[in-house]
């Protein structure tokens, strides 16, 4: 038997290398059905991606997480994947596990306080954009979207702070997180033009 599983695997694989995906789909999904294997799903996941099927992508990355839970790139896809579906509690749990399985990649925090802030969860988008601004201090988004949140929040000191610290690496950001913001007082904490 195990031979013919790696037999149809490498069949799989060689359709999708030939473009033709929905044959590689369909035994990608039959070796599922059989087997716990982490490659085919991740390959059905991607396959399902492509064709527009995020419903069956996130199923498979589901399968993923649960036989490699220590699988970063699968957390995160999966979060990807449930955001597009519009599941966006379960993608931030998606995000929240990337984020601490890799603490030092800004993408799985950056993602995580996005989804907080779709969610209208502006509070709770500051720490994870904090931890961003850590792993990328020469970046002004983080700062910018920090202001936002602030704002939001009603804090305005820390709105100024915001753009006091944007005019030092990004005048423009600064500019524009004031006008986003309404803050218009703030402006004398820009260069002059």
């Known amino acids: 038997m195990r031979g013919g599983f790696i037999a149809l695997w490498l069949e799989a694989v060689l359709f999708r290398l030939l473009g033709l995906n ?9 070796l599922l059905n059989l087997h716990q ?3 085919c799903a991740r390959h059905y996941a991607a396959l399902a991606m492509q064709r527009g099927m995020r419903a069956e992508a996130a199923l498979a990355l589901e399968q993923l997480v649960q036989w490699a839970p220590q699988d970063v ?9 449930r ?7 379960d993608a931030g749990e998606a995000f929240r596990q990337a984020a601490r399985l890799q603490p030092d990649e800004e993408r799985g925090w950056y993602a995580l306080a996005r989804m907080h802030m779709d969610l209208g969860e502006f509070a709770y988008a500051i720490t994870p954009l904090r931890r961003v601004r850590e ?12 202001g936002l949140c602030q704002q939001r929040c009603g804090n305005e000191a820390a709105v100024r702070e915001a753009v ?30």
């Open 135 to 146: 792993l990328m201090p020469l970046s002004p988004l983080p700062l910018y979207l920090m």
């Open 83 to 89: 955001d597009d579906l519009g599941h966006k509690h």
């Open 73 to 81: 790139d699968a957390w995160f896809e999966l979060g990807c994947v």
């Open 164 to 193: 006091r610290r944007l005019v030092e690496i990004d005048p423009l950001r600064a500019a524009q997180l004031i006008e986003e913001t309404g803050s218009e007082r703030l402006r004398c904490l820009l260069p002059p033009a």
């Open 22 to 30: 929905a044959r590689a789909a369909a035994i990608f999904r039959h």
């Open 37 to 39: 294997c982490v490659s």
